[in-house]
């Protein structure tokens, strides 16, 4: 840290009866207050140096002693006018970054200009501050922390500005050349007097980022400006932009840590007013990180990314903030986790305990990507066409790489599917939240994403038992998005019991699960007529070899029906065959010539004596496999119980901000 020696007299200022005195043989005839301080001082080497108060005391009335003069403005305060109070009496002063702005304030209030003086104080702080404040890393960094107690003056003398240039151009220049006064990691110091004496300490071997934690300790103001000098340069990577970002948002933003802990906290009684304060100063804050965050897909991570968002939802920021963020994140949700996904929502107009219109926006953002038309022309009628010049045959390569590097992958996109479904289980816990919106976040995601269903299933059943009061269409609209061919044996055989889905769904997965263990077994070489018709409908092939998993397919809207027959595997085939007569009749379709079209399932009823009796041998036998029942009817298999629902309370406002201040995750 450098510093300033000014004066050889020995301090010889005392405090008495709440009064700052100077020792000197000769009577004080000058009273300055300051701020509520009162200084009993002498005219003759403050006039002489300080041209304001000689205007003020040429003003002013004197009395018989003593002539009174305040100054209830006073930059700086006590400490800076003492300062330059001692300097005019040839006290010695030190001077160093930390007080440098409130003397230079206080100086230039005084008006200690050459005018009055040569070698005046102003004269003398310009000097040390260009010469040697500037030179130090530093020393450039506590500056223009102090310029935030005095910003107007600091603005129009130029020093904030000036400290923004220094802490810039030390970025963009190699760090051999800096003059580092303070490592990247806090533990060497250098100290460096003005005269230029530099102490012979090894300076630390420093990285690419060493910048970023000391410009941390920078107000938002201060930390926008110079970032922004920095990111102009074109010099600085984006990927230790977005580094330095997030140490930031570590260093300020609670619970947007690298541990998951805020670092700052607030008591839970405060009042509401000190609350919105702070409220607004983080709303800010991340507003202005928002801003700044590069361009560039991948210099922050996604996490972080989501922590900016759900601190986004908790402080109120604006909705613009909000869709740039999703944007970012649908450009890298391939990276997230379910728990980051997990936003609360604080809107008055919903009930519902997360955020799921935010999230539904980031998957729109993420299946947006490479959703430009193809970048080859279409080829000649004729069968030909005429040859490129290899400038231009370059130029459609870059252009077909730049857009394949910004389109999500299939592999990117199996991640992402995988990522939905645990996410709709999480939520699906939520009694508020309508069926509309778990059928949305669920049909955002492409079929060929989703190489299996059990997830998905798995989701759907939580949901079930977290609405119960859900009526016959609506369980329909349910399960519609469940591809009952792409769920394993497992799953299958909790499907067959699980009274709450539709009896349809049942029926194809005990259906389908029949057709492929017949056909595995070898019992049945040919299939009959009717059974190959209804596998055709469902996009199957006889003659191909089964799935490993199960071979059941989705159904249509008009093909669902509600479960009321399979409670047991006691029942007969005679009671579901009655049940699926009795639907086909309420489902069928009319076209417009008056033709009824019969359901696809009708064939069903046609099946020949020995599938009929496969088939329920084959139920039963799913019945039986079951690993248990316990007495709440929550069905065990592979040792995991299917998650009852949440019976927890829903957030409110004033709980999520409390654990948001307390950095709770």
Not at 16 to 34: F, K, M, N, P, T
Not at 87 to 93: A, E, S
Request: glycine letters at 4%; hydrophobic letters at 35%; charged letters at 25%.
């Amino acid at each position: 840290m450098k510093f300033m020696k000014l004066g050889s007299r020995p301090d010889t200022f005392y405090t008495a009866e709440a009064v700052r005195c100077v020792s000197s043989e000769v009577c004080s005839d000058l009273i300055i207050q300051v701020k509520g301080s009162r200084y009993l001082l002498h005219k003759f080497p403050l006039l002489s140096k300080c041209l304001k108060l000689q205007q003020l005391c040429s003003e002013s009335p004197e009395t018989s002693q003593h002539q009174i003069i305040q100054l209830p403005d006073f930059p700086g305060g006590i400490e800076a006018f003492e300062l330059c109070a001692k300097f005019c009496y040839g006290i010695t002063i030190t001077l160093s970054a930390y007080n440098i702005v409130a003397v230079r304030c206080a100086a230039e209030y005084l008006q200690m200009t050459e005018d009055v003086e040569k070698g005046n104080l102003i004269y003398k702080l310009e000097v040390f501050f260009n010469s040697c404040i500037l030179h130090g890393w530093r020393d450039s960094i506590v500056c223009s922390q102090t310029t935030k107690a005095f910003p107007l003056w600091s603005e129009d003398l130029g020093i904030t500005s000036r400290c923004i240039e220094a802490i810039t151009s030390k970025v963009l220049s190699h760090p051999s050349k800096v003059s580092l006064s303070h490592s990247h990691s806090r533990r060497v110091r250098d100290d460096v007097s003005c005269n230029g004496g530099e102490s012979q300490k090894r300076r630390p071997t420093t990285t690419k980022g060493w910048w970023a934690e000391d410009m941390a300790e920078l107000g938002i103001d201060l930390y926008w400006r110079t970032m922004i000098a920095i990111k102009s340069g074109g010099k600085i990577p984006s990927r230790l932009i977005g580094e330095a970002l997030q140490i930031y948002a570590s260093r300020w933003l609670p619970n947007v840590s690298r541990e998951g802990a805020g670092h700052k906290q607030v008591a839970s009684d405060s009042d509401s007013d000190s609350t919105n304060e702070i409220r607004s100063k983080h709303r800010l804050l991340l507003e202005s990180i928002v801003s700044l965050l590069p361009a560039e897909k991948g210099t922050v991570s996604c996490s972080f990314l989501l922590k900016l968002l759900k601190a986004a939802s908790i402080l109120g920021a604006s909705s613009s903030s909000k869709m740039e963020l999703a944007r970012r994140v649908g450009l890298q949700l391939e990276e997230a986790k379910v728990k980051d996904l997990l936003i609360p929502s604080l809107s008055y107009s919903s009930d519902m305990l997360y955020d799921v219109d935010i999230v539904l926006s980031i998957l729109e953002q993420f299946m947006l990507q490479g959703q430009s038309p193809p970048t080859s022309p279409p080829r000649s009628k004729l069968g030909f066409e005429r040859r490129k010049s290899r400038s231009a045959e370059n130029i459609d390569f870059e252009l077909q790489e730049s857009r394949r590097s910004s389109s999500a992958s299939h592999s990117s996109k199996l991640k992402v599917a995988k990522l939905v479904d645990g996410y709709l289980q999480e939520i699906a816990r939520d009694v508020n939240l309508p069926l509309s919106k778990f059928i949305a976040i669920a049909e955002s995601i492409p079929d060929f994403s989703r190489p299996d269903h059990d997830d998905l299933y798995r989701a759907i059943d939580i949901y079930l038992k977290a609405h119960p009061d859900l009526n016959k269409s609506e369980r329909k609209r349910l399960c519609r998005i469940l591809d009952c061919k792409k769920l394993s044996v497992e799953v299958c055989m909790h499907a067959a019991q699980n009274e709450k889905l539709p009896l349809r769904v049942v029926v194809q997965v005990l259906f389908f699960e029949q057709v492929r263990a017949a056909m595995g077994g070898g019992k049945v070489t040919e299939l009959p007529s009717n059974i190959k018709a209804l596998l055709a409908t469902h996009g199957i092939d006889p003659s191909r070899p089964p799935a490993p998993l199960s071979t059941t397919t989705s159904v249509q809207a008009e093909d669902q029906w509600s479960i009321s027959g399979l409670k047991s595997p006691k029942s007969k085939l005679s009671a579901l065959r009655m049940k699926l007569n009795e639907d086909d009749l309420n489902d069928t379709n009319v076209h417009p010539d008056g033709m009824a079209r019969p359901s696809k399932f009708k064939a069903f009823c046609a099946l020949p004596s020995q599938p009929k009796k496969m088939f329920r041998y084959q139920y039963s036998n799913n019945m039986e496999m079951c690993v248990g029942i316990n007495s709440r009817s929550d069905v065990f298999f592979l040792g995991i119980p299917f998650e009852r629902p949440n019976t927890e309370p829903l957030l409110t406002e004033e709980k999520v901000l409390q654990d948001y201040y307390k950095g709770a995750n």
